[in-house]
């Protein structure tokens, strides 16, 4: 029989030895951090009798990066527009945010400075951001007169980046312009084509558009296709919070090199991917994302026809490979995932299993797809058409606001019908446009801010 | 006469300076031109250098890509097509630069991309139709055709046309680069044969090529040494990149173009600069400066000159003035003492009219004569410059009256009788010149006296001298020949020359002044005639000739 005190001394020591094992366990969970890999359907209970459509939902979560944990160190670089038309106050503003956020880079990481206006200038080679003052002095060095050589300021900074390149780096060039690329290849899908190509070597281009006189397709184009970030700037003041979440983003980069691959099971079509490039090869579908953000998801929406089965079948519907750069803990490191539907003949039980989440996703997204068709009606001159268009997505989203108990669905629905009021005045439309594709690109990225 | 020396003066100062400027010109354009040369090939160096850091990219990238394509091959060589086909997707897929992988058997069948073309594959089909068609040319181990004639007019056609394979793969070798414009971009594949005569090919992306290309060429930097600007441009000429610190101005061409070499045969190299003027507008400062010094020393040594020959003149003009003015002054009182010494010779003769004179040496009338023939000779003398300054003043005149020739030859002849005959010199007369005519008598007989003086001066003791007249219409003719020591054929001319004598023995302290001859020609000429000599064997033979002169009303 125990006694008292021994009872007491064998909690003690249960409570001691849970403890240490908790703190070990979370002290592993912090020395081996992975990304969370959720893989989900919207219809997890499918009417059974006939081919339908689904939505795969493949989420990626970023995980916490603890104040100890050194961030991923960095290697950007920064391609300033020095146009004459940045001449004046945006110069100024432009040499600030640069300023700003080489300020908030440190010992590990390394940055280049270069400026383009008719011919590009390297003004700060790649180097370690060890003297702030020397970035700071050629920074305020760069004076504003000529054209807009984008395309060469692109190469050149890609080139000052790939001098360090490495995969536990965040590769990245940051490009700020004003107005038209005029000198060189100056089109949306030639600098796509480069954007495609970067990302294909692990570098990714950010593009801040300032003002009202850049030509938004291409730098969304640019960023799209290497899966950087898309930022509007109306004026020169928003530079610097621009430039401060940018960089914000880049010390918080804790994944990258992305491949998610989802196998399909048979009797499952995949149809196509929302809101980003994909590689559909018969049943296998490969979607590249550029890097994952701590504490931030990205996730890729698959649209799916499944073949008709009997009530209370369970299917396999997809099997999920992903691989990617751990860069905290400088590992590759592969997940893995599936996710499997039941059928039933009860159309209630299908309603009721719906999962609110993906379906949210999923409607965000296909609200997205609506919105950039109304863009191309109103580019057409299709004014009423496009509103139309965007009044009928708004719509959808309201009506899914309330199936799914969503409130991001309720207030997108209520931007829409903002957007569609816009599309009328035609003398407002450039900056409108502008607003609206930088709106698209965050939503179908997931782009922090 | 003043003019005439300005032209001799003028034409020394401005033809050295003539000569000089046109030295200086060329100088100033070869030395132009050795600096343009000069910084062409500087240029042509640097265009060089360019070209060749991009060829050495392409071979770095066909390294890469050997490298990789071996690999791949070596892969198939161990698989079968099904099991290749991810990893050749894969490829295709992540590498960065890579638009299009293919693969081609031996038998030329596509093994990649597979029958089954996906929309980008079928793009890539078509835009590269003009590579295929020059592969099967390819495959039938002939060697590369010249763009075909008989292909059909399209903008493939004709981006085929301009492109080709470059000499450094002909198409028998293993590998090549094949360019080609599509659109606004240039695309380029890099084809190659493995061991198993499969040909392997990428098509590079075009904007990726780019940038590559812009990462391997200079950024601009402030500190250029020379500031110039280098563009980079394609088959149409729209540049694609330019670095260097100076702006052309819009209009401006380039100072020298090279086209690049394979595979980018299509694109150029242009270097602009801003002209060079600073070392030319020196060089003309200098060579100016040059000019105008020399021309100021020439022109101050023309003025020197001009003034010693003005001071000249005017020296030889006051020393002709004296001569006149002293001959005039001679004049008068000759006159008398001829006059008077005449009269006193008559007056002589009658008062000695019955003594017998003999006319020897020592009578009052030899030394009578004797003065008289002196003052006579210089009569005639001074007759002679004033004719010659009256000639060289243009104050000439003739004073025409109804005479006969052979009159005034009788008295000249007369006047020189006495002195002809105390050299005992002989003298035949043939006159038939008795026609009256209208002529200058004075003139005449001053011409007479010339040619007789000289005779009296040169003919030898114991000469002849043979004088004929005669007259044909207007004009009378008078010859004169003796038999003294004659003239040289080559002096012919020169004794007409004024102040001219010949320089012999003969004329060694024998008076006179070389007008004689001169104004006697002058005189004949004036007088519608000329006065010539003839040419004999033996001593001189001079001929007269004159002609009427109009009557001048009184």
Known sequence: MQTTTERCYWRVLTGVVLALGLTGVSQARQDNPRIGLEVAVGTPVMLAGHTQKAYLKVGLIGFELTQDVPHTPANVAIVLDKSGSMQGEKIARARDAASLAISKLGRDDIAAIVSYDNVVRVDMPATRVSDKDEFRRRINAIAANGNTALFAGVSKGAHEVRKFLDRNRVNRVILLSDGLANVGPSSPFELGQLGAALARESISVSTIGLGLGYNEDLMTQLAGMSDGNHAFAENADDLARIFTAEFGDVLSVIAQDVQIRIRCADGVRPLRVLGRESTIDGQDVIVNLHQIYGE????????????????????????????????????????????????????????????????????????????????ELRDEGRVEEAQQQLKESAAYLRSNAAEYRSDKLEQLGAEFEQDADALEDSADWNRTRKALKKKQYSLEKQQRY | MRSKILIPLLLIVLLPLLLLSLAAWRLVQSERAALAHQVQSLVAAQLQNVDDTLQNYFQRKQQQLDTALTELARVLNQSTASAIEPVLDRYNREQPGVRQLFVLTARNERLYPPAQLNPQEQRFMTRSAAFWDNLSALQQNRPAAPAPADTPSSLLSRSAAVSKTGPADDLMHNQGWYIWQWGTQTHLIYWRWDQQQRVWGIELDPSYLLAELIAVLPATSADASAAARLQLQDANGTVLYQWGDYQPA?????????????????????????????????????????????????????????????????????????????????????????????????????????????????????????????????????????????????????????????????????????????????????????????????VLEQILNNLLGNVEKYVAAGGQVTLASWQRGEQSFIRLQDDGPGIPARERQRIFEPFYRLGSALTEGVSGAGLGLTISRELARLHGGDLALEPTPVGACFLLRISALPEIAP
């Open chain 2, 250 to 442: 819009s209009q401006q061409r380039p100072l020298l173009l090279r086209p690049l070499s394979h595979p980018l045969g299509s694109w150029s190299l242009s270097y602009f600069a801003p002209a060079l003027t600073l070392g030319r507008s020196q060089l003309w400062l200098i060579s100016l400066a040059a000019i105008t010094a020399v021309g100021l020393a020439l022109g101050l040594l023309a003025w020197f000159l001009y003034r010693e020959h003005q001071r000249e003149l005017r020296l030889a003009q006051q020393r002709v003035n004296f001569v006149n003015q002293v001959s005039h002054e001679l004049k008068t009182p000759l006159t008398n003492i001829r006059m008077y010494a005449e009269l006193l010779e008559d007056r002589l003769d009658t008062v000695l009219e019955d003594e017998p004179h003999t006319g020897d040496v020592g009578t009052p009338q030899r030394y009578l004569a004797v003065i008289v023939s002196e003052s006579q000779r210089l009569s005639r003398l001074i007759n002679n410059v004033l004719s010659f300054a009256g000639w060289q003043k243009n104050r000439l005149a003739l004073r025409p009256r109804p005479a006969v020739v052979d009159e005034v030859i009788g008295t000249a002849v007369e006047t020189f009788r006495p002195l002809l005959a105390a050299k005992q010199i002989g003298m035949t007369l043939h006159l038939q010149a008795p026609q009256q005519v209208s002529l200058d008598p004075d």
């Open chain 1, 296 to 375: 931030q998801e990205k996730f890729v929406v698959l649209e799916i026809e499944v073949a008709a089965a009997e009530a209370n079948e369970q299917r396999d519907l997809a099997w999920v490979d992903v691989g990617y750069q751990n860069t905290i803990t400088r590992q590759a490191d592969q997940l893995r995932g599936s996710v499997s539907v039941a059928f039933s003949g009860s159309a209630t039980a299908v309603k009721e299993s719906a999962d609110d989440e993906v379906m949210t996703d999923t409607v965000s997204q296909i609200a997205n797809e609506m919105s950039k068709r109304a863009l």
